[in-house]
Antibody, heavy 121, light 107 residues
Framework: QVQLVESGGGLVKPGGSLRLSCAAS????????MSWIRQAPGKGLEWVSY????????YYADSVKGRFTISRDNAKNSLYLQMNSLRAEDTAVYYCARDLTGPTRGGFDPWGQGTLVTVSS | DIQMTQSPSSLSASVGDRVTITCQASQDISNYLNWYQQKPGKAPKLLIYDASNLETGVPSRFSGSGSGTDFTFTISSLQPEDIATYYC?????????FGQGTKLEIK
């Protein structure tokens, strides 16, 4: 079945770095855009970034631009999020999701189980 | 950025009730609107895409309608397993923005 599994979250000090990974299975990973979406504790959902199927097109939310870098390795069916200069407000559960946005339909489906990033001294 | 405003923020209803949630976009987004269900401690799940299309496997008691700036999500007969927070999300423009969520509880 289609599955996404995130890893790499944890506790990091302000100004620190962390790299999240998302392992995909059950579908042709290289055919799909992918996105990272986060959710601060007790808060709503915030889209963070997406990357096209080939990796040639990338967008970031203003809140992370210049600090986060999204990438993918289609040979390894994996998505990544390199997070630098982390701030307390980056504390959240980070989800990877298959991005179905296109000319015929939209939506993020499925989502991974999420990985918690806590930025605190 | 396009702002998505959901109402109400929370809702209490009885099993069997018809439940309606609205979502308003700050500008015309055509039908580029999706609805998600998030149960406590779980990842969101896509229920409806393009405003009114039911995702495969989603029960038919869920439905969506609307276009332009005003959208509606309906549960025709509330079931205990529908307790969750529901989010709308637009994908007409980047960044893809979500509504603030509607927390649905059983009365």
């Amino acid at each position: 079945q289609v599955q996404l599994v995130e890893s790499g979250g944890g506790l990091v000090k302000p100004g620190g770095s962390l790299r999240l990974s998302c392992a995909a299975s059950g579908f042709t990973f290289s055919d799909y855009y992918m996105s990272w979406i986060r959710q601060a504790p007790g808060k709503g959902l915030e889209w963070v970034s997406y990357i096209s199927s080939s990796g040639s097109t990338i967008y970031y939310a203003d809140s992370v631009k210049g600090r986060f870098t999204i990438s993918r390795d289609n040979a390894k069916n994996s998505l990544y999020l390199q997070m630098n200069s982390l701030r307390a407000e980056d504390t959240a559960v980070y989800y990877c999701a298959r991005d179905l946005t296109g000319p015929t339909r939209g939506g993020f489906d499925p989502w991974g189980q999420g990985t918690l990033v806590t930025v605190s001294s | 950025d396009i702002q998505m405003t959901q109402s109400p923020s929370s809702l209490s209803a009885s099993v069997g009730d018809r439940v309606t949630i609205t979502c308003q976009a700050s500008q015309d987004i055509s039908n580029y609107l999706n609805w998600y269900q998030q149960k406590p401690g779980k990842a969101p799940k896509l229920l409806i895409y393009d405003a009114s299309n039911l995702e495969t496997g989603v029960p038919s008691r869920f439905s969506g309608s609307g276009s332009g700036t005003d959208f509606t999500f309906t549960i025709s007969s509330l079931q205990p397993e529908d307790i969750a927070t529901y989010y709308c999300q637009q994908y007409d423009n980047l960044p893809h923005t979500f509504g603030q969520g509607t927390k649905l509880e059983i009365k």
